[in-house]
């Protein structure tokens, strides 16, 4: 599967060593923003760029929402990709990103509640 965000997003992103544990921690685990920022011991706003960058292109994605006894929702993320290939030729970059496969059931119901 191609993914349409530029090279220079996927660059930015696996060059970065934050985003790098993120994607780590979220490997085969449902974490927090605030478990996350906890774990690496980093600002909750510093990891929620991050998170919001690694959703974006697709790398994690959310896999539920809880409402907390504050009446907040706090979201949980995991990684969502298997493999990023990355190939440097004629002078450019390319990637193939393998997405995991999900069941989506869980988020379509969520989905139905949030409307």
Partial sequence: MKNDSGPKDILDV?????SLQIMNILDNQERSARV???VLNMPISSTYKKIKKLEQLKIIRITKVIRT????DESFYTLSIKEIKVTYK?????FDIQQKAFDDKVVRLWQK???
Wanted: glycine content about 4%; charged content about 25%; cysteine-free.
């Fill in 36 to 38: 996350v920022s906890s």
């Fill in 69 to 72: 006894l504050d009446g907040m």
């Fill in 90 to 94: 004629n002078n450019k970059f390319s």
């Fill in 113 to 115: 509640f949030k409307n």
């Fill in 14 to 18: 696996l060059t970065d060593e934050a």
